[in-house]
């Protein structure tokens, strides 16, 4: 059994996604990270970077395998299995490609965009301005290098579906509420309908559906989100933790 550490957000959806395309057989532990359940020394032992998504693989030979990152457990699990990822090396090599592009730059812009537009202080500033812009700038600079990728090809790949599409499809489909139009980017809105309309993506952003909240967060909850710094690590540091079995 996979044990899977998860809060309803794009980020975690990646990981839902290939959970439910191997046909849905894990442990959903909530994770509240509003609530501060990220820095908790059990889940630090899984992913030292108090961040979900996380899993904690119970299905090998020995210790229970813990892993954090999304694109890291996606590549885990899809190895693991054979599922969603080329076989051959230079497809992997592909596939690592854009894993790692996600995660260094659609995923951190998108991740500071939503920061801005949802989470900032209504200000109204020149600085608040001026980041909303750089990263809605960013963010659409993103699409623009998905829709040169996807022209000619169905998924991010080629002709197959992958982890690839997984790891760049839950930022996408969330554009509009982050302010952005996928009007003037045909082949990105093609692609993001393909995969909104697969059963199991359908499940995965489901999953969890009713921790998600409109509300904006209350004061405690954005000190637990919004204040992190280098101190609030160090406060973590020698508190005892152990992987739950
Ligand atoms: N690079 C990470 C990003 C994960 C991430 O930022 N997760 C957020 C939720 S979307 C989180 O756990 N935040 C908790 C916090 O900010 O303390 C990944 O792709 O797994």
Partial sequence: MIDFYYWPTPNGWKVAILLEEL????????????????????FLAISPNNRMPAI???????????????GAILYYLAEKTGRFIPA?????????????????NQGPMAGQLSHFVNYAPAKDTAEDSYAKTRYANEYDRCLGV?????????????GDYSIADMINWPWVLIAKPLG???TS?????RWRQTIKER???????????????????????????????????????????????
């Fill in 56 to 70: 904690v693989d119970h299905d090998v030979e020995g210790e229970p395998v813990p892993v954090f990152e999304s």
């Fill in 23 to 42: 046909g849905g057989k894990y442990n959903t532990i909530p994770l509240n990270i509003s609530k501060g359940d990220q820095f908790k020394p059990d």
């Fill in 185 to 189: 980017f045909p082949n990105v809105s």
């Fill in 146 to 158: 998905l829709e040169r990728r996807l022209e000619g090809r169905d998924y991010i790949l080629g």
């Fill in 88 to 104: 051959d090396p230079l497809g992997k090599k592909e596939t690592l490609e854009w894993l790692f592009w996600q995660t260094g």
């Fill in 199 to 245: 059963p199991a993506v359908q499940r995965a952003v489901d999953l969890g559906k009713e921790f998600r909240r409109n509300a904006p967060p209350s004061e405690e909850e954005r000190k637990v989100l919004f204040s992190q710094n280098a101190e609030t690590v160090k406060a973590q540091i020698g508190e005892k933790a152990q992987i739950s079995e």
């Fill in 180 to 182: 952005r139009d996928l």
